[in-house]
C-alpha cells in the first residue's frame, strides 16, 4: 500500500484539511504574485484619473492612504464596493470631467502634505 492511500485509509480528515489548506495557500500565494507584477509594471504608478478607475486604484498607484482620497472625494471609506469615478460624478449630477479635475487636485493635495510632514 503506497503512502497516500495509508493517509487516506487512516487520517483521511486530517488529510483532507491538509489539502484544502494547501489550496487555500495556493490561491494567495498566485494572488499576491499577481498583484505583485501587476503594481511593478511602471505603466500602473501615477496612472492619470480616469473614470472607470476607483478612488482605491488611484490610492493604490499614487501611493496615498485610501482611506484620505475617500474623505476628500467626500465618501465613507469603510462603505462597501467602491464606486467608479464616472459612477461618483453621474451620482452627483457633474461632468466626469469635472470630478476627474477635482481628484487629481486631491490627489496632489495629498501628495504635497506626504512631502511636507
Do not use: C, N
Not at 487516506?8 to 505583485?36: E, P, Q, Y
Amino acid at each position: 500500500m503506497t503512502g497516500l492511500a495509508q493517509l487516506w485509509r487512516d487520517h483521511r480528515l486530517a488529510l483532507l484539511v491538509f489539502v484544502a489548506s494547501l489550496l487555500v495557500v495556493v490561491f494567495f500565494a498566485t494572488r499576491f504574485v499577481g498583484f505583485a507584477i501587476y503594481w511593478s509594471d511602471p505603466a500602473h504608478a501615477e496612472a492619470a484619473p480616469q473614470g472607470w478607475m476607483t478612488p482605491g486604484y488611484l490610492a493604490r498607484s499614487w501611493q496615498v492612504p485610501r482611506a484620505d482620497l475617500a474623505r476628500e472625494l467626500g465618501l465613507d471609506p469603510a462603505a462597501g464596493r467602491a464606486p467608479t469615478l464616472a459612477e461618483i460624478a453621474a451620482a452627483r449630477g457633474i461632468t466626469e470631467a469635472a470630478l476627474l479635475a477635482e481628484v487629481a487636485a486631491a490627489i496632489a493635495r495629498l501628495k504635497s502634505e506626504e512631502g511636507g510632514s
